[in-house]
């Protein structure tokens, strides 16, 4: 079983950046993926990274400013967020996903199997 652990949250200004960290072990076995969820909302695909960093993919919302990597060796991801707005306003969760035969990426929340509890993001405008 995987227990992913996010930090890095926090309260920040428009225009600003942060980085989010998730840790797990066995991590490295996984697809991870970060969502994130505002109040009122149903639970949103952000970015996820396949087990050999070799596919990515990023919601439309996020592309160009959120950048998602992992160390496997660290059993570790992360989530670059750049040029933050108040719309990112959220509590990011990290999820791992078990892998399949293709390696590919997951998008859907039905698709990833551990979720973290997750961090708050709240951008000040």
């Known amino acids: 079983q995987v227990l992913p652990l996010e930090s890095g949250g926090g309260l920040v200004q428009s225009g600003a950046s942060l980085r989010l960290s998730c840790a797990a072990s066995g991590l490295s076995d996984y697809v991870v993926g970060w969502f994130r969820q505002a109040p009122g909302k149903e639970r949103e695909f952000v970015a996820a990274?396949?087990?050999?960093?070799?596919?990515?993919f990023y919601a439309d919302s996020v592309r160009g400013r959120f950048t998602i990597s992992r160390d496997r060796a660290r059993n570790t991801a992360a989530l670059q967020m750049d040029s933050l707005k108040p719309e990112d306003t959220a509590v990011y969760f990290c999820?791992?996903?078990?892998?399949?035969?293709?390696?590919?990426?997951?998008?859907?929340?039905?698709?990833?199997?551990?979720w973290g509890l997750g961090t708050q993001v709240t951008v000040s405008s």
């Open positions: 999820a791992a996903a078990r892998i399949d035969s293709y390696g590919s990426v997951k998008i859907g929340v039905d698709e990833f199997d551990y």
């Open positions: 990274i396949s087990r050999a960093a070799t596919g990515i």
